[in-house]
């Protein structure tokens, strides 16, 4: 298969199971934690500090954010379709990569099965389709593994090896932090460990590469640290590091899950791995670099997932090397059936993954835009929403106090403009929304007598979080109606 028939099949599959029905699900989850940052870059120019509301977001480096801004920037639209590209485009990249960067290392077939089991797994099916950080961070800790090992496997220049690993590696960091570096280097170590390779570790390029990504991540932290202060920003980010090895809160039953959860995300594929026999390999050369890649990527994963704090998808970059290491399998006859089965290997191991593909096909191509269908009038945030927005003109400045996330506000047609407290409310305010547990504030308060406010309606989301939209107007003149929508 030619670079550019395998090119071609490949972004068709991506097109068909990541593009339908991309922006016709309500925002869900954290994606309003990447959205509502990158519209107050947007709106403030201050792409150093990301913020929801009027809060500094100090638990994740901004590179999502940037990205979101970026398409909010080109398309000139602000919909769900046009902030979950940015995660569709970096599944695409990687399956790109391994088409053309890693067809010297897995040949015409390998690179191209490698590309269709990263596309068609399940954990990148419905990462990939969210604008979340995972879609993100694991494509580039996946173009850092796949860079290294196939300017590595076909023995380039060190600083070709390490130096365009490192560019991905430090923007992965600004998309995560450094936990991707525990998945690339159990792959760098155990790959020179099984192929005897450990000059390259200590090259001197592997120390500039080193300088080049912990620059990459300085270009952004000094200046935030800068903006909040040293002090404020390395606690917060300890923080994070250190809720994730506390057992404060550890809950056996999920932490026992976790292995299983994560294996799930390798579905369909999942299912040949028992099948995969290192002895069928005919060159050792290759059976040393599989086995490398076993227990590069086995070791790093049980290691994520067998921390406290850890979630399932924390270990989702083991998915790229899982895809080369299934790949180069299939492409290298080492999928062996059980002998008693008595079934021919090559076409039946073509039709089982051809049926996968095509399991994948569907999901995207049918089984997401059904599922838009069924749920488009029963999405609480947009019917949230559409309350505010029946009853604030779009016209008209709606003032939000405090409101920590919340987001519907991504859904709200009338600009926003957010203040820390009720007292800090201009004296033209005319509607304002608060959290509930400031509702007696917001209507007792006498900041614009003789004028009153008036309680109009409740709102609550999807996580049962209340907030009250107020009206300011001259006592005797009450026109709002209260609402409640739970």
């Known amino acids: 298969m030619s670079r550019i028939s395998a090119f071609l099949i490949v972004v068709a599959v991506w097109a068909v199971v990541y593009l339908p029905a991309l922006g016709s699900l309500a925002i869900k989850g954290e994606e309003g934690r990447r959205i509502l940052p990158a519209i107050r870059m947007l709106e403030t120019g201050d792409y150093v500090v990301p913020q929801v509301g009027n809060n500094p977001y100090f638990r994740k480096p901004p590179l999502v954010n940037w990205l979101v801004a970026a398409s909010f920037k080109i398309f000139g639209v602000r919909n769900e379709w046009t902030a979950r590209l940015p995660s569709a485009l970096a599944v695409l990249a990687v399956a790109i990569a391994f088409v053309t960067i890693a067809r010297s290392s897995l040949g015409s077939r390998g690179s191209t099965v490698a590309a269709l089991i990263w596309l068609t797994n399940v954990g990148m099916i419905e990462k990939g389709r969210l604008i979340e950080i995972e879609a993100l961070y694991v494509s580039l800790a996946g173009l850092a593994i796949i860079f290294w090992l196939t300017f590595q496997n076909q023995k380039k220049s060190p600083w070709l090896t390490w130096v365009p690993a490192a560019i991905f590696l430090g923007l992965g960091m600004l998309a995560k932090g450094p936990t991707l570096l525990v998945f690339f280097y159990g792959i760098v170590l155990a790959v020179l460990w099984r192929t005897n390779n450990w000059e390259l570790m200590f090259h001197p390029a592997h120390v500039v590469a080193l300088a080049i990504m912990l620059g990459i991540f300085a270009a952004w932290a000094v200046p935030f640290a800068n903006t909040t202060t040293m002090q404020l920003a390395v606690h917060k980010w300890s923080i994070q590091f250190s809720e994730r090895l506390k057992v404060t809160n550890f809950q056996f039953v999920n932490w026992i899950q976790n292995v299983p959860r994560a294996l799930v995300y390798f579905l369909p594929w999942l299912i040949l791995v028992p099948f995969i026999r290192f002895s069928k390999f005919h060159d050792d050369a290759q059976r040393q670099l599989a086995r490398g890649l076993a227990w590069g990527t086995l070791i790093p994963f049980l290691a994520i997932n067998l921390v406290p ?136 308060t006498e900041k614009w007598n003789p004028r009153r406010t008036h309680e109009l309606a409740r709102v609550r989301d999807y996580s049962k979080r209340e907030m009250i939209l107020f009206e300011v107007v001259l006592k005797g003149r009450l026109t709002g109606q209260q609402i409640g929508i739970g």
């Not at 059936?337 to 191509?365: I, Q």
Request: glycine letters at 8%; a positive charge; charged letters at 15%.
């Open 309 to 444: 704090g850890a979630a399932a998808r924390y270990s989702m970059p083991s998915l790229v090397p899982a895809s080369w290491l299934l790949a180069m399998t299939y492409a290298g006859g080492g999928l062996s059936w059980p002998d008693k089965l008595g079934v021919g290997n090559e076409r039946a191991w073509a039709k089982v993954a051809a049926a996968f593909v095509g399991l994948a096909l569907v999901t995207g191509g049918i089984g997401y835009p059904l599922v838009a269908l069924a749920l488009h009038n029963r999405q609480q945030v947009t019917r949230v929403a559409a309350t505010v927005n029946g009853i604030v003109p779009a016209s008209e400045k709606l003032y939000v106090v405090n409101p920590h996330y919340q987001p519907v506000l991504f859904y709200v047609k009338a600009p926003l403009k957010y203040v820390r407290s009720i007292t800090d409310l201009p004296a033209e305010t005319r509607y304002f929304l608060v959290r509930a547990e400031k509702g007696e504030e917001a209507a007792t």
